[in-house]
């Protein structure tokens, strides 16, 4: 079975543009969040999205949105980007939106973006 | 989601147990502990999760103390593949009255030297 998959996995953007990253979550799965990840940080929660609507949202800027289609992937979208934005950004995928039994997380590769 | 402290090192010989200690003094009745582990450059790893009692899989031991302020994570048998980043994380059971939980709060996590 595939896992998380995310894309693209590295990516260089200028101060001021715009980014979309791109997560699958495992099939079956309907649940997908968003993590950022700085260097030598733990990942930080953004969003959580379950059944395409946003369920939960960290301490981030409304420069971060994110949203969930039909077929549970999600994008992340990141605008006005600052050189602070650079970071692994982490996708994670469970069953459902709880906790409990059948709500481990299960985390993708991650996307390295490096904002210059 | 309530505040854990974990060592910020520790070393274990290759093929010995390793037993990453946890506090959570301030844990709620209705919160779980989840371990992930994060080796270098890659997503988090689901490793167990448990509420009160004792949990084993194929991964990993945890043990849970009868008062649920701390908790063991044992690897029985480590392996150099083991090195890693251990995230001891905290959160509470249940969903969001719409569905959905918080994310899970990373704190700086415990890196666990293999020694050959």
């Known amino acids: 079975d595939a896992g998380v998959t995310q894309s693209p996995t590295h990516l260089i953007k200028t101060r001021g543009q715009h980014v979309t990253l791109r997560c699958s979550p495992i099939?079956?799965?309907?649940?997908v969040s968003w993590y950022q990840q700085v260097l030598g940080q733990g990942p930080q929660f953004i969003f959580q999205?379950?059944?395409?609507?946003?369920?939960g949202r960290g301490n981030f800027p409304d420069r971060f949105s994110a949203r969930q289609f039909p077929n549970y992937s999600s994008e992340l979208n990141v605008n006005a980007l600052l050189l602070g934005d650079s970071a692994l950004y982490l996708c994670?995928?469970?069953?459902?939106?709880?906790?409990?039994?059948?709500?481990?997380?299960?985390f993708g590769q991650g996307t390295r973006l490096t904002v210059v | 989601d309530a505040k854990t402290t974990q060592p910020p090192s520790m070393d274990c010989a290759e093929g010995r147990a390793a037993n990453l200690p946890c506090n959570h003094s301030?844990?709620?009745?209705?919160?779980?502990v989840y371990w992930y582990r994060q080796i270098h450059s890659q997503g988090p790893q689901y490793i167990i999760h448990?509420?009160?009692n004792n949990e084993t899989n194929e991964m990993a031991s945890l043990i849970i103390t009868e008062d649920r302020k701390s908790s063991t994570l044992i690897l029985p048998h480590a392996t150099l593949r083991d090195t890693a980043v251990y995230y001891c994380?905290?959160?509470?059971?249940?969903?969001?009255?719409?569905?959905?939980?918080?994310?899970?709060?990373f704190g700086k996590g415990t890196h666990l030297i293999i020694q050959p």
């Open positions: 994670a995928s469970s069953l459902t939106g709880g906790t409990g039994g059948g709500t481990e997380a299960f």
């Open positions: 099939s079956g799965h309907k649940s």
């Open positions: 999205y379950y059944e395409k609507e946003e369920r």
């Open positions: 301030t844990i709620s009745g209705n919160e779980y």
């Open positions: 448990g509420l009160k």
């Open positions: 994380i905290v959160r509470v059971a249940g969903m969001l009255s719409g569905g959905g939980a918080d994310g899970l709060t």
